[in-house]
């Protein structure tokens, strides 16, 4: 396969979709691929870089067994745990993110869904940045209900993120206590109510490369807007600590393929960093555009000046911070 004309055909309007021939994808020249992918990316999204910071607001004893993760109460690690935190602390983080050139802010809320005491809470904070903040302002906290999502619109939410987390084939390998369709229809009321939906995946969890397509034709057929793509940093104490870790072309292959499927979406490097070699640095040279960033992602090894630094050596477009020539 030529991808360098396959990009160009997808610049003048071209769109893959399921039943297309993709095998060339999983066999050909991740060099070549990479190039064509970053080309896209550069004629359909341009060089501006989106940034976003999240914040763990309640952390641990989740009742869902989702295999991957640390916060599961079926799981036995050493995550931190707390119930919902100070709002003024969630407040000032979103404040000192701002003056350093993020562009969204996210509360992450651990569990199945908000308590209504926490979501109360999360309604306050939300009012207060929305009043006195600039920074764009996004949540996920689980499975929401139609009325749920419209007052965090009303609040000043612009986003939410669900990930579907895997193929709909692999799904029930990796949870049992809420269903694939479940999440197709938390964002679709998501979607209805007017938010943008940043929804992407982990990837190593042990689907094959079918399965990584499928993800991301099923999310080119849902229309979100933004698209993590998160690499598995196996966690001791859960379910999938033993998975192999993934080796950085397969990292590089799987965003130069959501690329191509997904040509005008956000794709925003999310968590397995450390797994690169240049801690995702050549994500944004094969079909990235946005990242999570962050001074307290313990798995990055990167802070938000660190990041900022590393996309202007690459002449990429971040917002300016106050002073900055």
Sequence with gaps: MDFNKLADEIINGKRLKRGDDFSEFITGDLKEMEKGADKIRDALCGDKVDLCTIISAKSGKCGENCKF????????????????????????????????????????????????????????????????LNIELCCSLGFMTSEQFHRLHEAGVTAVHNNIETSRRFFPHICTTHTFDDKIANIKRAQAEGLNVCSGCIIGMGEDWDDRIDIALTLNELDVSSIPINSLMPIKGTALEDRPRLTEDDILRTIAIFRYINPTKELRLAGGRALMSDNGRCTFTSGASASITGNMLTTSGSTIKMDREMLTELGRDIVPVPGEV
């Design 69 to 132: 993760c640390a916060q599961s109460a079926f799981h036995h690690t050493s995550c931190d745990v707390y119930d919902f935190m100070d709002e003024d602390k969630i407040f000032e983080q979103a404040k000192s993110n701002q003056a350093e050139g993020v562009d969204r802010f996210g509360i992450v809320d651990s569990g199945k869904g908000p308590t209504p005491e926490d979501f109360e809470k999360i309604i306050h904070v939300i009012k207060r940045m929305h009043k006195e």
